[in-house]
């Protein structure tokens, strides 16, 4: 069993700063590749908001380029999104991402975080 540990959220002022975590508890994970943050907002869809890639290539969405940083920790599997310069736009559930491979599997699967929230007001 794969659980996606995440903390950080919470209340911040518009050009506040946030840092997320998100760890992949397990004692059976053989690899992950791909770790990622996506956020939704109450009534819209789900979306990505970073990725980064097991050899640290990264990926934003426009909104947030250059305000946000993705990092992970391979060595802890955990994975890490510094927020700064925050918009009430920002405010919305973030749900962390995992693409992983267990002990004495050949697929990977797509795990998901809880969701933690984040909001943006003054």
């Known amino acids: 069993q794969v659980q996606l540990v995440e903390s950080g959220g919470g209340l911040v002022q518009p050009g506040g700063s946030l840092r997320l975590s998100c760890t992949a508890a397990?004692?059976?994970?053989?690899?992950?590749?791909?770790m990622g943050w996506y956020r939704q907002a109450p009534g819209k869809q789900r979306e990505l908001v970073a990725d980064?890639?097991?050899?640290?290539?990264?990926n934003y969405a426009d909104s947030v380029r250059g305000r946000f940083t993705i990092s992970r920790d391979n060595a802890k599997n955990t994975v890490y999104l510094q927020m700064s310069s925050l918009k009430p736009e920002d405010t919305a559930v973030y749900y962390c991402?995992?693409?992983?491979?267990?002990?004495?599997?050949?697929?990977?699967?797509?795990?998901w975080g809880q969701g933690t929230q984040v909001t943006v007001s003054s």
């Open positions: 397990s004692g059976s994970i053989f690899s992950i590749s791909a």
């Open positions: 980064i890639t097991s050899g640290d290539r990264t």
């Open positions: 991402s995992a693409k992983l491979r267990l002990l004495g599997h050949i697929t990977y699967f797509d795990y």
